[in-house]
């Protein structure tokens, strides 16, 4: 039956070919059969046909007579004959028999159909032309010739009665018992006891000592940063120190008999030196940037005044924490101090800072600049550069340092891009390389810090 079923398929394809047999296409060939519409040729893959569900394929709008699909549910190819869906596949393994019905009536044996003339040979194609050398490929194939009709088939019987029914199966087990119900609600609580006498007072005892007066704080002074090689201008002022530790409390005295009362507290430590004055800058204007930790208070001097105002403390900062080198004499973003913000005000205020060290072994003294970059303006706010490898007279310095302060008009509203970078070049023109290394040397650092 399945032979029947795939000549069929292969018949009504055939038969669908032959009006355009010279117009067709070949996958995996050169060469495609003339009989063919599409010749597909491998050895590594197959035809992959549509594939449905029974009821995808069964919900098809008028399909097309020879309409080949593969049933996912059924697991087999099927086609349409033009009345019916059509299996390609064996049937399945029968289940249980059931009792067996009433004989019906033998229905009426259908007439033989007529055997179809059988299809004339295709004419045989023209040998191809002889080639120079290596003989030219054989000329394709004629074309075969269409299959003759299938003869009428037969009329179907008529259905046999329906058998008895079978007898009605054994009752089921019965189910598992029910879960156990909730348990019932939890009783009221029962009235609380009688509160009882309070106990007599217990005697004062005798005044402590009182406690020694803590010491005072000392506040440590920064070092003086190194000489900007630019215009000499007046740098911007170095931070306020920090205030001095608080004085430790007095230690409580032992309980005595009288009145007892609490230690005074020592006074408090007194306030920092202020830091030193910062290195001299190398903008082109007098400008200078402070901020006082302790009174949230930044002050910019501009020329001959001091504009002071209260800013929110800082608005966000960034300071990279990875060891990073050089040998670049073009700019270039160092590592973890790129900041995106959204500012508030139209005016913010930076301050940036790096400092690290030069390959000890250069030939000759070197300059390390560092700028700060608005990446999003493409624009550069503020720059600085400081002279390594130089000696004052009693020993070579290795060290760098870069500060810088400025204020910058923004949009509110709007994010803003900077990144800190970096370049360093070499008197003697020299490949030596300058390092930021915080993470291995105390002295080098990297940062931004934004005001508003």
């Not at 800072?353 to 072994?361: D, I, L, R, V």
């Not at 290394?437 to 650092?445: C, F, I, K, Q, V």
């Amino acid at each position: 039956m399945r032979k029947i079923y795939l000549g069929l398929a292969m018949g009504l394809s055939m038969l669908s070919g032959t009006a355009i047999a010279q117009n067709n296409v070949g996958i995996g060939t050169l060469t495609p059969d003339r009989s063919a519409v599409l010749d597909l040729s491998s050895t590594q893959a197959g035809l992959l046909a549509p594939r449905m569900t029974t009821i995808q394929r069964q919900g098809i709008t008028t399909p097309a007579t020879g309409l080949l699909v593969y049933d996912t549910d059924m697991g087999c190819y099927f086609f349409y004959n033009g009345t019916a869906w059509v299996s390609l596949c064996t049937p399945a393994a029968a289940g249980p028999t059931g009792p067996t019905g009433a004989v019906g009536a033998d229905g009426a044996t259908g007439m033989q159909g007529v055997t179809g003339p059988a299809g004339s040979a295709g004419a045989t194609g023209p040998t191809g032309a002889t080639g120079i050398g290596a003989t030219g490929p054989t000329g394709p194939t004629g074309p075969t010739g269409t299959a003759g009709a299938s003869g009428a088939v037969g009329a179907t019987g008529p259905t046999g009665g329906v058998g008895a029914t079978g007898p009605a199966g054994a009752t089921g087990a019965d189910g598992a018992t029910g879960s156990a119900g909730a348990a019932g609600a939890t009783g009221p609580t029962g009235a609380a006891g009688a509160a009882g006498a309070t106990g007599a007072t217990g005697a004062a005892g005798t005044a402590g000592v009182a406690g020694p007066t803590g010491p005072t704080g000392v506040g440590v002074t920064g070092p003086t940063g190194p000489a900007g090689t630019g215009t000499a201008v007046t740098g911007p002022t170095g931070p306020t120190g920090a205030a001095g530790t608080a004085g430790a409390t007095g230690p409580t005295g032992p309980a005595g008999t009288g009145t007892a009362v609490t230690g005074p507290t020592g006074p408090t430590g007194t306030a920092g030196a202020a830091g030193p004055t910062g290195p001299t800058g190398t903008g082109s204007y007098n400008t200078s940037l402070s901020y006082n930790a302790q009174t949230s208070v930044l002050s910019l001097t501009d020329g001959g005044g001091t504009l002071t105002a209260n800013l929110t403390p800082l608005r966000t900062s960034v300071k990279g924490s990875t060891d990073i080198t050089t040998t670049s004499a073009n700019y270039a973003t160092m590592a973890g101090t790129t900041i995106t913000f959204t500012p508030n005000k139209s005016t913010v205020y930076i301050v940036a800072t790096a400092a690290g060290y030069c390959n000890p072994s250069a030939g000759a003294p070197g300059y390390v600049g560092v700028r700060v970059r608005n990446t999003t303006a493409g624009t550069t706010v503020i720059g600085s550069g400081c002279i390594t490898l130089s000696t004052d007279g009693f020993s070579t310095i290795t060290s760098w340092t870069n500060s810088m302060t400025t204020a910058i008009t923004v949009t509110p509203g709007v994010a803003v891009t900077l990144a800190l970078q970096w370049q360093v070049t070499w008197a003697d023109g020299g490949n030596y390389s300058a390092y930021c290394n915080p993470a291995t040397d105390p002295e080098s650092h990297r940062s931004i810090v934004v005001f508003e």
